[in-house]
């Protein structure tokens, strides 16, 4: 009966399964048969496709005993495999002659994962082996267990489930080796309590030393680099701000200094937040504003683009100040207000807003991320295709009267800036997607180094040479 309730092909109709306990207590249930199985002189081995039971007696002279399991746990004829050892030093304690049961459970882990996250997605979890469960005496107090990976792309953890809260205790076991295929770890054992045994799919980010100095040096030369940009501006605004383009240009810029700095304040106060007892509401507060930053920094880079096809493509189609700025604004605030608001109020009811380890937007569950890197890398996009009319138009500018001619040649001196800049940015968040699907600390310590150096490069290159540059210009027109 279990082997066909736990049969591969029918793990979809899990999902329609109300009680969200089913798969566990089918655990506890198998656990419970496995105790009361009667084991003679004789070992016990009786396998079926998805369940499969070892037994045998042991004592204090046994000397270090393995139960090795292979099963199929999907309709391919691929193989998963699975070992329960015990340990000598646990042996030595037994009183007397006492009987081991051992269950493998290939197919056990995505219907829990389907049972477990049934209306709370934020409760979900990947199992990554088969489940191994074991009836053993008292006084074994540990286990050791060696697990296949069905995913050999992830890091895992080891975890051993808890029968009294039904779910997975990490804290139960402790990982002792990991190589690309394989896991091995060293469980409690707790009759009762922790009997069943499997890995996990690690959801927590790289944490090493060097991603820590990087950020931190980063966030202080971004936050020193921008203040400096916005005191340059303040000094030198009149100067460079004669004409209209120039006007609005400075103030995409400022806002788009403002934005970054903003968001890299509102980074420290959410890794404080997240390095705090777990506050959900001011979490969600946190990633809220980091992400309408953010986004602001972005959508202020296109209107900068689209102010930048204007000056070129509509050189006898003034519009006035006023209108230029309120669709500035409406592109730098609006948009990313809509996309923010939007996001959190359609994953936060289920709680799927936030990831489990940080207070960023989720991926695994909702994929609530997208709402930043789908319209980051469209304006990326935009600013590339600008990029390349700045380059078509500045060979063949035509000239007409000095104001215009003035505000083409800024408009050029801008593009030359997004030249730099936009790659860079593109670099970045590129690799930024690139660590959601491959967990090395290699591509954090790329990811790190960039988005921590781009900030002083864009405050530096764009911000505070452009407007010194220019307002030395005017000095020496005027001169």
Known sequence: MANHILDGTVLPNWAFVSDKNASSVLLESVI??????RIGSSPLDVSDRFIATKGARINKNTPE???TFSMGFNNSKSRLNGTVSLLREGLQQLPDDSPVTIVALPTLGPIIEKT???GDPSKGV???????????PKALEKVSLAFEKMNKTVSTLCAAWHSALRRWDETACELEKESSATVTCRCQH???LFQSFSILVSSAGVKHPALHVITCVGLVVSICSLVLCLAIEAAVWRPVTQTQISYVRHVCLVNIAASLLVADILFIVAAFVNGTPRNHSG???????VHFSYLALFFWMLALGFLILYGLLFIFWHLRKSTLLAAAFGIGYGCPTVIALLTVMITE?????LRDDACWLNWSETKALLAFVIPAFLII???LAVVLVVIVKSGRSSVGDRSKTQDLVTVIRVGKNLVLLTPLLGLTWGFGLAIVHDASLAFHVVFSLLNAFQRCFGSRAWCDLEAAMMYIGERRTEE
Request: charged residues 15%; glycine residues 10%.
């Open 32 to 37: 419970s048969f496995a105790g009361k199985l």
């Open 65 to 67: 005993k393995s139960f």
């Open 116 to 118: 477990l996250s049934k």
């Open 126 to 136: 990947t199992v990554n082996g088969m489940v191994l469960s074991v009836a053993l």
């Open 190 to 192: 707790r009759p009762a």
């Open 283 to 289: 979490c969600v507060a946190a990633t809220f504003f």
């Open 349 to 353: 009811p289920r709680k799927g807003y």
């Open 381 to 383: 996009g935009v600013n």
